[in-house]
């Protein structure tokens, strides 16, 4: 049992683990998986915690998989995350039901990461040079289901999230996902370009990471729901993905089930005349977007998987 983290993450309303930049040399691709439930000890007269057993990849990025389950005469508590960067899937669900009884009330979280570098190459192999206006793009289209019961979601604590950052390219560390003391913060770290977060199912979430609160990019109250983000890194640049949800029911009699294990697709649009290729080499030769997607893409896509996908075109 893990009571200091659980206390950091319960208090945070959501302290989300993901990766401190530094300045090494190389970019370093990556997943991790992150679940945890918090529910009553009658004994102890508060809670315990557990699940909390992060399942991270690196060199290669092979999958991460991690999963809870707990339940007793208070409720239950059902909470899983998976990242797969060789398939560009991402899952995250997180399930809480409250019975009646008077007491702490459990609480739930899951999140699904992965990260990844892109390198921009001109038409003729060199590389790319960023001028003022150019644009890099990525569109989310997310699918899943959104419930609760016996409470308003909107004025409570509970919610799914979307986090997007761009950093300088070689300073994606996966290493850096331990808790530190102070507490890293996203905020103000020199190596992000940027960070986006999309709130989901609860626009007046205030979504916070390690403690430090976050400004919301955007809202939606329910999904489906596509995530449009136009940003320009200036040269080549790493990225992270996070797809979470997270919460505790306020109350006896209420439950909610942020499901999203679903359809997650992931597509990046470079500069006009440009290709993109990875730093984990999974994904090369990307093209601007009016590629026709390869027989494997459509599949995917087909058969409705939970996750990342990448529209690319081979040149």
Known sequence: MNTRFARILFLATFATLCPVSTSIA?????????????????????????????????????????STTVSG?????????????????????????????????????????????????????????????????????????????????????????VILTTLKHGTLDPAAFSP???????????????????????????????GIPLTTTQAFTNIPAQITQTFNPGGDFDWWLLLGAA????????????DLAHTLTLDYTGP??????????LFENFQPTSAVPEPATLALLGLGLAGLGFSRRRQ
């Open 180 to 210: 530190s003391t102070p507490p890293y913060d996203l905020t103000i770290d020199p190596n992000v370009l940027g960070y986006y977060v999309y709130l989901l199912g609860n626009p007046g979430l205030q979504l916070y990471f390690n």
């Open 272 to 281: 006009d005349g440009t290709t993109t290729a990875s730093s984990s080499g």
């Open 247 to 258: 919460g505790q029911v306020p109350g006896p009699l209420t439950s909610f089930d942020l």
């Open 26 to 66: 190389a970019t370093i691709p990556f997943t991790s998986a992150t679940t945890l439930a918090l529910y009553p000890n009658n004994s102890l007269g508060c809670c315990l915690d557990t699940g909390y057993n992060p399942d991270n990849h690196s060199s290669p990025p092979a999958p991460a998989s991690q």
């Open 73 to 161: 005469a208070w409720g239950n508590v059902t909470a899983t995350a998976d990242a797969n960067l060789q398939t560009g899937q991402l899952k995250a669900q997180a399930a809480v039901t409250a019975n009646n009884y008077s007491g702490f009330m459990p609480y739930g979280q899951s999140n699904a990461t992965f990260g990844d570098g892109f390198t921009t190459l001109g038409t003729n192999g060199s590389p790319f040079v960023w001028q003022p206006n150019s644009t890099a793009k990525f569109t989310m289209n997310l699918g899943g289901t959104l419930s609760f019961s016996g409470y308003d979601l909107g004025n409570s604590t509970t919610g799914a999230f």
